[in-house]
């Protein structure tokens, strides 16, 4: 198995953590002096690195100078979170190479990583395989990847998507509801893949108060991602607060 650096400081923070948080920037109409600014403080608060992406954002230009300014302003990795084979960037420290599994349209599974794929060897990112799977409506991104949500009362339908990735050698799986919906991934449906999922388990969509959080840290997440609340002008109390809570409570 070969694991890049970034991978492998990821797995050393959930060894000592228990369960870890990610800051998410949507680079879509962020300017990058912000950008930089929020990273910086995310940093502070205590993030194990910083997404870039955005399930509707398609523009390198703007995503190469929003990378740039995060990365004057922090020494955390910086990875890619894409929605599309033309937001990489040769910036980024690595790449969440994903695969939609649950998509309707083949596009979203194989064929866009295939148009990404020479890019990412180009560039020397650090490749994270990684399943996604939408669990819900999944807002813009079950939307723009015509994903077929998991319904969130049938947690073994996700069991057997994320057990299906791992045996597809994905390291990674991100369970997604969808940026800013108003209900996160149930901690059956966390606990279910919990049980069969032996890489990297990733949550994120709708998580916005501590008590989330720590539901989902317990239920089994080693990164839950947040996005959102990056949007709020003052998130630092509350970034702070979560990420003490959701340490070792796993
Ligand atoms: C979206 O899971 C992430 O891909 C983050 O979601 O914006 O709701 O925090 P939020």
């Known amino acids: ?3 890049g650096p970034v991978e492998r400081r990821l797995r050393e923070e959930i060894d000592k953590y228990g369960t870890i948080c990610l800051a998410l920037l949507d680079f879509e109409n962020l300017p990058p002096k912000k950008a930089g600014m929020i990273a910086h403080s995310a940093e502070e608060c205590g993030v194990s690195g910083i997404l870039i992406g955005g399930s509707t954002a398609a523009d390198q230009l703007e995503l190469t100078s929003v990378i740039e300014a995060v990365k004057e302003s922090v020494k955390l990795p910086v990875i890619l979170f894409p929605g599309n084979p033309f937001t990489i960037s040769p910036k980024a420290d690595a790449i969440l190479f994903s695969s939609l599994l649950n998509s309707d349209n083949p596009y979203f599974i194989s064929q866009a990583q295939a148009l990404g794929a020479l890019s990412v060897k180009k560039y020397g ?11 819900g409506d999944g807002g813009a991104i079950g939307f723009i990847g015509r994903a077929r949500g998991i319904p969130p009362s049938k947690p073994n339908l996700a069991a057997m998507y994320a057990l299906a990735a791992q045996y597809m050698g994905m390291r990674f799986v991100y369970l997604e509801a969808g940026s800013g919906v108003t209900s996160h991934i149930s901690p059956s449906v966390i606990s279910a893949v919990r049980k069969v999922f032996n890489g990297v388990l990733i949550a994120g969509g709708g998580i916005k108060q501590v008590n989330e959080a720590v539901e989902v840290a317990k239920a089994g997440a080693d990164i839950i991602v947040l996005g959102t609340l990056f ?3 003052n998130f630092e109390p509350k970034l702070n607060e979560i990420i ?3 340490r070792k409570c796993k």
Not at 125 to 135: C, D, Q
């Open 244 to 246: 003490k809570n959701i």
């Open 1 to 3: 198995m070969i694991i």
């Open 231 to 233: 949007e709020e002008e």
């Open 125 to 135: 990112l650090e490749a994270i395989p990684m399943g996604y799977i939408v669990v």
